[in-house]
């Protein structure tokens, strides 16, 4: 368990341009363990404070998973409130990151996203996907909900959307329709016509104003500002259920299957 937990990546890297990619990786269909969570905001942060940098690509690695969301095996490990609230508020530093980081971030989204892979797609800028990346909030088909990420969610797919993402646990949305819901502003057939445009619109970015881009990011996240308590709040109010049996036995059962 201890191996999972442990595992996992975030590199990053800045071009000629300015143009910032990160990567995230893990090898549990790119899950997130506290650790990793931690580094990608740090991360995230860091480039924004960077005056080298124009814009950033959040991306992840490998082929058929954009992000499985929390990593399963540190949610088994959870076994006291405190604990649980910290694992959780990993989740709202790394929102809180992409909101308040004053340079556009695109999202590359290659494969499936699942609860807070889909916090994180609903929390960069502007994301470009592949017609393979479904998205489904499994949190309640596990006893939690999808607190931490609601608002991210809610804000880029509406309150409508959202709910039905999170009431119907269990069920995978298409990349068309997380697109037609205003999660995805493209989505394509293949992986390098997706990667095409991500490099056009960075590069396009990258000449852009960054004083102008810094003004439409606040533009664009004001009514926001109360998520650094919002979402530690809601890291609680998991972290809580997390420990019930309900969820222990739900999620054992969900790793078996």
């Not at 990567?23 to 960077?50: D, R, V, Y």
């Not at 949190?139 to 931490?148: H, K, N, R, T, Y």
């Not at 269990?170 to 493209?186: I, Q």
Request: overall charge negative; charged content about 25%; glycine content about 8%.
């Amino acid at each position: 368990m201890s191996d999972a937990i442990d595992q996992g990546h975030v590199d990053m890297s800045i071009d000629a341009k300015g143009i910032a990619t990160i990567e995230f990786g893990h090898p549990l269909s790119n899950s997130l363990p506290g650790k990793i969570l931690q580094k990608l905001a740090q991360t995230i942060e860091s480039l924004g404070s960077n005056d080298q940098v124009k814009v950033i690509v959040l991306k992840s690695a490998g082929e058929r998973a954009f992000c499985a969301g929390a990593s399963f095996d540190e949610l088994i490990s959870i076994k006291d409130l405190e604990t649980g609230k910290v694992f959780f508020s990993g989740f709202a530093n790394v929102i809180n990151a992409c909101r308040k980081c004053p340079k556009l971030i695109i999202g590359r989204v290659q494969g499936k996203a699942v609860g807070g892979g889909v916090g994180v797609a609903s929390a960069v800028d502007y994301c470009l996907a592949t017609k393979f990346a479904d998205v489904k909030l499994s949190e309640l088909a596990v006893g939690i909900g999808p607190f931490v990420v609601g608002p991210a969610v809610e804000r880029k797919l509406g309150a409508s959307a959202m709910s039905q993402l999170a009431i119907n646990a269990t069920e995978w949305r298409s990349a068309s329709w997380a697109m037609d819901n205003g999660l995805y502003a493209n989505i394509f057939d293949t992986v390098e016509e997706m990667d095409e445009e991500v490099s056009k619109l960075a590069s396009k970015l990258a000449n852009s104003n960054p004083e102008a881009m810094r003004l439409l990011k606040q533009v664009f996240w004001k009514g926001t500002e109360d998520w650094d308590n919002l979402l530690v709040e809601r890291a609680a109010m998991s972290g809580e259920l997390v420990l019930s049996d309900f969820t222990v036995n739900a999620i054992n059962a969900f790793k078996k299957k």
